[in-house]
């Protein structure tokens, strides 16, 4: 595996992740053992590898739980979000783009306001075989605050504190104007 970052036509940077086998739970086991929110997610959203911190934050007991399941089998209410991110791990195997993300989603730890980055795994030949995604957790943080004021702004953010939020961050994939 090897990550790279090349210049686009807009001047933009892109990232992409190129894998050299077919196995991504094999190519990517090391994600068990990184610390922080990391996943790989084979082209059906199914879980490859994912590290222990985010396996339990989604409410597993460990990683391996999770192995070839989807997010609708999450068991923390973060599943009211399985579609949201379904569709978001869709644009990045539909556009072969990375997708920058925002999710407040009540987890295993409670409310959690998450930066995550999807980007593409290609093989060699360019085929898209999976996702590796990478979460930030912006909870303490200033983006939290911004996010509050952000929903209060715009209704489409987020309707209630009970249902989980989903803010595209790319320009070019966002739903919002």
């Not at 925002?102 to 593409?120: D, E, H, M, Q, R």
């Amino acid at each position: 595996m090897y990550h790279t970052e090349k210049d686009t036509k807009s001047l933009k940077t892109e990232s992409i992740v190129y894998s050299k086998q077919n196995d991504l739970k094999s190519e990517f086991s090391a994600i068990t053992n990184l610390p922080g929110f990391v996943i790989a997610k084979d082209i059906n959203s199914k879980y490859s590898v994912i590290s222990k911190d985010y396996a339990l934050l989604l409410g597993w007991k460990n990683p391996d739980q999770c192995i070839d399941l989807t997010d609708f089998d999450i068991p923390c209410e973060a599943v009211k979000a399985a579609e949201q991110f379904r569709t978001l791990d869709q644009k990045v195997i539909d556009t072969a783009k990375s997708v920058l993300s925002l999710y407040i989603c009540n987890y295993s730890a409670g409310w959690k306001t998450l930066l995550s980055n999807k980007v593409p795994i290609k093989q060699e030949n360019n085929k898209i075989s999976g996702i590796y995604g990478h979460v930030t957790d912006m909870s303490n943080t200033n983006i939290f605050n911004w996010c509050l004021a952000l929903n209060q702004k715009d209704q489409k953010f987020m309707n209630s504190k009970d249902n989980p939020a989903i803010y595209i961050l790319n320009e070019e994939h966002s739903p919002l104007p």
